[in-house]
């Protein structure tokens, strides 16, 4: 009986096996990343829904959005701190929230939605496309 030597796998075979590895590798870690990104700006839209509560309650206590009432308006922050959350035009009758990435967060890279927005009558926006971040 006759055994044959060639059992395993040859340099070449061992090779391409590596580089169809590392390059499936490289894909689905920038997929990952993204996915990443993409899934965090729920915890900004979630702070905007928050702070837009917040707002509504006190208008409804003291008849006004504007930082006469005696709320807090300081609190507003995403909850692992990707994000800043900022008041624009705020008046007794109206409000404009922001959220953008915070200096330094890994939301920083987002390309594709550097900033989301929130009104008082409900209008969702976003910079530079507001489908893509809501």
Known sequence: MRRNKNSGFSLVELLIGI??????????????????IE???????SA??????????????????SDQAPCNYQDFSSE??????TI????????TLTAAPGA?????????CTSLTLT??????????PNECW
């Open 104 to 112: 330094g967060s890994r939301q920083v890279g987002d390309d594709e």
């Open 80 to 85: 692992s701190g990707l994000y800043d959350i």
């Open 48 to 65: 905007l829904q928050q702070a837009a509560a917040t707002l509504e309650k006190c208008r409804s206590l003291y008849g006004a959005y």
């Open 19 to 36: 580089a169809v590895v590392g390059i499936l590798s490289a894909v689905a870690a920038n997929m990952y990343s993204q996915n990443v």
């Open 39 to 45: 899934s965090n700006r729920t915890e900004a839209r």
């Open 120 to 129: 008082n009558t409900g209008v969702k926006g976003g910079t530079p496309d």
């Open 88 to 95: 624009g035009n705020l008046t007794d009758s109206t409000f």
